[in-house]
């Protein structure tokens, strides 16, 4: 039986072409090449099977080449092929976690000193470097700055930060990137058209997204699924050997876990764990798609940060797109502690769909800003779904601050209740469904002579508008009783209805419901809230004094909308 040799030590690159995804690598150690600047030392660094040891051995033949070509050392000339021979003299690789001692250096300081055998250079390449000891690193500092002129190093590391400040200044420093996705497949269908192998496209965008960015790993996952399925390979068959589910079942499970199918999902782990799939894995899918659907939500090009296909890529815009910001944090930031969690529990399914659940049930007990805007969120999707929602009055809520005045900052701590249930009135509050034609946002100023803004008619557009584009903010100002003085529209709520104002003055909240007036009434209108009685709001001035900058600002507008035996004002 012959000896069978792995795909990546096959197809390891022997020529500066070969080498994949690292162009501005490549095309600098050629001109240093071509013009005869050869450093003596040099630091590849980077992940995993990105080319860094692959290229070492390149660049120490090509230095040696008696006939070098463009794409590198020729491979037929008397250098090329005794230092391509396995027991050469000039080009030593030394294993840095295996001889990591003072005197493994020592031993090497001693042996640098003689000539090469053949060609004009002896080339130590040090893999892993960052394992030699502190005293190794010492022992190797000056002959690292002036080695003899026959001597070339180059140190190769997948962690340079571990590397002390003095090895790396005496270092020409060439940073490996993560080979892009695209890359990989190319590399892979030229290579599985070489040995006869067919593989789905699909299989193999598996297999480069699995690499995480490495060539070698990518060709490791490619053999072992040669070895399990012959020449011809599925994308189930490379599903099945990695443990996973295909990207369809990823995004339908995302879909539940938006819209708060938590029944959805605990049948779809049910299905994962019955077929013998690891859950470990799944989640880490999970992990990495919701990371990509929060890229693709918040940036304007994800295409440039998303290594994707494009078809897949236009379902995470779409589905960023109708997720929420707060809840596509809340899943990531749950999923990402699950991860590590689950490592060294004894009962990983119960913790995974405990997360599940979690992510699908706003939870009532969780007073934070974000928690309370995710279950807004939460109820505006089902508004999409559904058309309607029954709304009771939030109770009252309780709130403390702490305020510091010289650096007009409030640290908030409230707790509140937010419920969906029971009816408001003959009619559930926010029924799109039975409302007539609206007229557009951008309809005919409503002004009166002299240019003043009409109140009545403008409210009633302006509640229009923003009922059907956002219903869960118009929720919150639905009670409040608007007054116009000038430019200021003030939106007057009772006293429990602190929450409901401060929701409302949220800055994106305030922009978002001035641009909306000033499409209707034509007119740049200035919202402001007030929270008490509507004597209280008609005997106060009306003016915009968000941009006050005096240390009494944010006091006020504390007591403004929790009362002053909730604040506690902190002099410093």
């Known amino acids: 039986m012959s000896t069978y040799t792995a795909l990546y030590r096959q197809w390891r690159p022997d020529t500066f072409d070969e080498v994949v995804g690292q162009d501005v690598v490549i095309r600098t150690l050629k001109n240093q090449l071509e013009s005869g600047r050869i450093a003596h030392a040099y630091l590849f660094c980077g992940s995993r099977g990105t080319g860094k040891t692959s290229t070492a051995k390149i660049f120490a033949r090509a230095v040696n080449c008696m006939d070098l070509q463009e794409n590198g050392p020729c491979g037929r000339c008397e250098a090329c092929v005794s230092l391509s021979s396995g027991n050469n003299m000039d080009i030593i690789e030394i294993d840095a976690a295996s001889n990591n001692s003072v005197d493994d250096v020592r031993d090497l300081r001693d042996k640098i000193k003689f000539p090469p055998a053949v060609g004009k250079y002896r080339v130590y390449i040090v893999d892993e470097v960052h394992m030699l000891s502190t005293g190794a690193f010492n022992a190797l500092l000056k002959t690292l700055e002036e080695p003899p002129a026959h001597a070339v190093f180059i140190l190769a590391t997948t962690a340079p930060h571990k590397l002390p400040s003095t090895i790396l200044s005496r270092c020409q420093r060439f940073d490996f990137k993560r080979i892009p996705l695209r890359t990989i497949v190319e590399r892979l269908k030229a290579i599985c058209t070489r040995i006869g192998a067919e593989v789905e496209e699909a299989g193999l965008y598996t297999i480069a997204r699995w690499a995480e960015g490495g060539m070698r790993d990518a060709l490791s996952l490619l053999d072992q699924c040669i070895g399990f399925c012959g020449s011809k390979i599925t994308n189930d068959d490379v599903l099945a050997i990695l443990g996973t589910a295909d990207q369809g079942f990823i995004f339908r499970a995302a879909d539940d876990m938006l819209s708060g199918n938590a029944a959805g999902l605990i049948e779809s782990i049910d299905r994962l764990s019955n077929d013998g799939k690891d859950l470990t894995v799944f989640i880490k899918e999970l992990t990495n798609h919701f990371r990509n659907l929060l890229v693709a939500g918040v940036c304007d090009e994800p295409s440039e940060l998303l290594d994707v296909e494009d078809s897949e890529l236009e379902r995470l815009i779409s589905q960023a797109k109708a997720a929420g910001e707060s809840r596509l944090v809340k899943a990531l930031d749950i999923l990402t502690g699950l991860e590590a969690d689950i490592k060294y529990s004894s009962q990983p399914r119960v913790l995974i769909e405990l997360a599940m659940v979690k992510i699908c049930r706003p939870s009532s007990e969780d007073g934070s800003l974000d928690a309370l805007l995710d279950r807004i969120e939460a109820l505006e999707q089902r508004l999409k779904g559904a058309g309607s929602l029954k709304v009771q009055e939030p109770s009252e809520p309780r709130a403390a601050y702490r305020v510091e005045k010289d650096s007009v900052r409030a640290d908030k701590v409230m707790e509140t209740e937010y419920k969906a249930a029971g009816k408001t009135g003959d009619k559930p509050a926010g029924e799109p469904a039975e409302e007539k034609a609206e007229e557009p946002a951008a309809a005919e100023p ?95 001035p009306a003016k915009d004094d968000r941009d006050v900058t005096d240390d009494d600002y944010i006091v006020r507008k504390a007591y403004e909308v929790f009362g002053e035996d909730l604040v506690e004002v902190i002099e410093e």
């Open 446 to 540: 409503a002004v009166q002579k002299g240019g003043t803004p009409d109140l009545d008619t403008a409210w009633t557009r302006f509640v229009k508008a923003v009922k059907k584009e956002r219903l869960g903010l118009y929720s919150m100002f639905a009670e409040a009783v608007p007054r116009l003085d000038g430019n200021v529209l003030t939106l007057c709520f009772t006293e429990n209805q602190g929450f409901h104002a401060a929701a409302v003055e949220r800055e994106d909240n305030r922009k978002y419901l001035e641009q909306v007036m000033k499409q209707i009434t034509g007119s740049d209108i200035i919202l402001k809230c007030q929270v008490g009685s509507m004597e209280q709001v008609r005997q106060s």
